[in-house]
Antibody, heavy 118, light 109 residues
Framework: QVQLVQSGAEVKKPGASVKVSCKASGYTFTSYGISWVRQAPGQGLEWMGWISAYNGNTNYAQKLQGRVTMTTDTSTSTAYMELRSLRSDDTAVYYC???????????WGQGTLVTVSS | QSALTQPRSVSGSPGQSVTISCTGTSSDVGGYNYVSWYQQHPGKAPKLMIYDVSKRPSGVPDRFSGSKSGNTASLTISGLQAEDEADYYCCSYAGSYTVFGGGTKLTVL
């Protein structure tokens, strides 16, 4: 069965970086993309970007350009999302999702809470 | 990259039907047949309910249906059940990016 398992919760100080992992299993990793979506406390879903696990091509949300990097390691079927220069409003639950392009996110990870606080 | 517009809340009694709208522009909802809908219960990850405007993944009840007219997509839930109470989000392709709606809280009275 398809599963996406994310890394554990993180607490970071403003200005620091965070790297969240998403390990996929149960399907051919390179046949789909991985999207990253975040949800601030009490707020809606926000698309962060997408990476093709086939060739590494990426699309990022304009507001995160320059602060976010998405990568994959096909040898371990793992996707990564790194967010730099963290601010308090980056506090959110971060989700990865398997994506059948462009917007069919059919399986989701359990979410990773990232808290940014001094 | 503005969020799609959804009503903040809708409600209905068990057995009734409700429709949630999702309004965008010709650059997103109106420009592509790539709209998906997600159900999210509190503290849980979103779940795909509809993709490509009107297709249902296996395992999703046929009480859930999707449609689109112009720049507005809609999710209709018929025969409401208590477990349908959740937040619902639409999502559209917009060329070089993807955009979500602000979310709609469905209350089953």
């Amino acid at each position: 069965q398809v599963q996406l398992v994310q890394s554990g919760a993180e607490v970071k100080k403003p200005g620091a970086s965070v790297k969240v992992s998403c390990k996929a299993s149960g399907y051919t990793f390179t046949s789909y993309g991985i999207s990253w979506v975040r949800q601030a406390p009490g707020q809606g879903l926000e698309w962060m970007g997408w990476i093709s696990a086939y060739n590494g091509n990426t699309n990022y949300a304009q507001k995160l350009q320059g602060r976010v990097t998405m990568t994959t390691d096909t040898s371990t079927s793992t996707a990564y999302m790194e967010l730099r220069s963290l601010r308090s409003d980056d506090t959110a639950v971060y989700y990865c999702a398997r994506t059948d392009p462009p917007v069919t996110n059919d399986y989701w990870g359990q979410g990773t809470l990232v808290t940014v606080s001094s | 990259q503005s969020a799609l517009t959804q009503p903040r809340s809708v409600s209905g009694s068990p057995g009734q039907s409700v429709t949630i709208s999702c309004t965008g522009t010709s650059s997103d909802v109106g420009g592509y047949n790539y709209v998906s809908w997600y159900q999210q219960h509190p503290g849980k990850a979103p779940k795909l309910m509809i993709y490509d405007v009107s297709k249902r993944p296996s395992g999703v009840p046929d009480r859930f249906s999707g449609s689109k007219s112009g720049n507005t997509a809609s999710l209709t839930i018929s025969g409401l059940q208590a477990e349908d109470e959740a937040d619902y989000y639409c999502c559209s392709y917009a060329g070089s990016y993807t955009v979500f709606g602000g979310g709609t809280k469905l209350t089953v009275l």
